[in-house]
């Protein structure tokens, strides 16, 4: 890793997954990544974060990440569901031309034409 451009700006936090943690009904599933490459300011970032909840950095970590992933899925849920409403009510005729809109918009908000 010497080779590496990033070999010196970046730390690793090794996450224990063997019996007693938390990780430990990860049993017969092979994880593939169970050290992650931190720049500094992030580290310290984290490192803050966990000591404010009054956790260590790899339980901080896993309860930011899992509430991220969590908003992502139900954000892309709602995107998704959107746009096959949009498509729904295209196919239905539910449309109006698009100057018509921008007309009522500009005047609903007092926008410049």
């Known amino acids: 890793m010497s080779g590496s451009p990033v070999a010196g700006a970046m730390s690793k ?3 224990d997954l063997g019996p007693g943690t938390s990780y430990d009904g ?3 599933i092979e994880l593939a990544v169970d050290m992650i490459p931190l720049k500094p300011e992030r580290k310290a970032q984290l490192e803050e974060y966990a000591k404010r909840r009054g ?3 790899a339980t901080a970590l896993d309860d930011a990440l899992a509430t991220y992933l969590e908003w992502e899925r139900q ?3 709602e995107a998704v569901e ?3 409403q949009a498509s729904e009510d295209v ?4 449309t109006r031309p698009a100057g018509e809109f921008l007309a009522d918009l500009r005047r609903k908000h ?3 034409r």
């Not at 196919?91 to 539910?94: C, E, F, V």
């Open 91 to 94: 196919k239905a005729g539910r």
């Open 110 to 112: 007092d926008l410049p």
């Open 13 to 15: 936090i090794v996450f």
């Open 82 to 84: 959107g746009i096959l």
């Open 55 to 57: 956790q260590d950095p």
């Open 75 to 77: 954000d892309f849920a």
């Open 26 to 28: 990860f049993k017969g």
